[in-house]
């Protein structure tokens, strides 16, 4: 694929200074990749060419070195028209399939453990974002008693999902009344999406014969409708499921206290990074954004890579988040890879 205003040597060189950089952290120099690419000029045409790609903003130069270094617009042409995706290695396979098979069947454990696998692998963030949940199909649901005044909700879901809500009651409730209230939910919702349980619950319960103490508990349930049936996979993180972070404590870019704040910020404020992902959900493929496109000052020295994975009415994405200058040939092969895995153990 062609990059526009760019001749072959300076494709061949700007893809010879990200190898580089990927690989040592370094600004790149025209005598190491004249050593190490044999790109078949001399150091002194190298260096007049990446002074070219420069000027066309590909390579930036640090005033304490003679080398280069990719700048966002580089690595975007390199993703889009220079990198050759490797075939994942047979190892990771067997590896991240043996992961995530032995995960369980819930979409929640299945999430962790490929999140997990993909930071191992990659020496990136692992991340991935639960489906919504709206059409999905309530199987059962549960109620349990926490204190005399405070129950769980557990929503167990067609295809495996689970989500658990406090409910706060007003006084002790009989375990009868308790009883009651769940078999009248059973009856009245079992099979039904979150969002018809949402729009029709106060019809639905209208005529159901219950006693005064289970009443009360079910005039919360109409009342609350809109939280206790969310249709979010994980309201306590926005349905963000993370890998450890820790992988990328080596990685030279978090050396700086500054940046290493950014990426933890980031972490730790679940609604910023859900809305990041929830856009990618309905893009199929790998989608890669870079550093300054994201339009967000906390990502903007990270690449994010995620690809959608599928199972009926449920999807949602899966990826990494790294430093830009990150090996975008193996991350994309073991993200893609990752999700159809995903994709078939949701199916």
Do not use: C, W
Request: no cysteine; glycine share 8%.
């Amino acid at each position: 694929m062609g990059i526009p205003d760019l001749t072959d040597r300076e494709r061949q060189v700007l893809d010879a200074v990200i190898r580089t950089f990927v690989e040592t952290a370094e600004p790149a120099g025209s005598r190491t990749l004249s050593r190490r690419f044999g790109l078949g000029v001399s150091p002194a045409t190298i260096r007049n060419t990446m002074s070219d790609l420069e000027e066309k903003g590909f390579l930036f130069h640090p005033h304490t070195s003679a080398g280069r270094i990719p700048t966002d617009k580089a690595y975007r042409a390199y993703v889009d028209g220079l990198m050759r995706v490797q075939p994942i290695a047979s190892s990771d396979q067997a590896r991240l399939e043996e992961e995530l098979r032995a995960s369980g069947g819930t979409i929640e454990t299945i999430l962790r453990r490929a999140a997990q696998s993909l930071g191992v692998l990659t020496q990136e963030l692992g991340v991935a974002l639960g489906p919504a949940l709206e059409q999905t199909r309530l199987h059962r649901l549960d109620l349990l008693r926490v204190t005399s005044d405070k129950l769980v909700l557990v929503l167990t879901l067609v295809g495996g999902a689970v989500r658990t809500v406090f409910v706060e009651v007003r006084g002790e409730l009989a375990d009868t009344a308790l009883a009651e209230v769940a078999f009248v939910l059973n009856e009245r919702l079992a099979g039904l999406t979150l969002a018809q349980i949402k729009e029709t619950l106060p019809a639905r319960l209208r005529d159901a014969g219950r006693s005064p103490q289970a009443g009360e508990v079910l005039d919360i349930f109409v009342q609350e409708r809109e939280h206790l049936f969310d249709a979010g996979l994980d309201t306590a993180n926005d349905g963000v499921v993370l890998g450890q972070a820790s992988v990328l404590a080596e990685q030279p870019e978090f050396a700086q206290g500054d940046d290493l704040r950014r990426l933890l910020e980031l972490t730790e404020t679940s609604q910023r990074l859900a809305r990041t992902l929830r856009e990618r959900t309905e893009r199929p493929g790998i989608t890669i954004t870079i550093g300054g496109e994201h339009g967000d000052p906390l990502l903007g020295k990270l690449t994010v890579v995620t690809a959608e994975y599928r199972a009926g009415t449920l999807s949602g994405v899966i990826g990494v988040i790294g430093p830009t200058r990150m090996p975008y040939d193996k991350v994309v092969s073991v993200v893609t890879h990752t999700s159809r895995l995903v994709s078939a153990l949701l199916a």
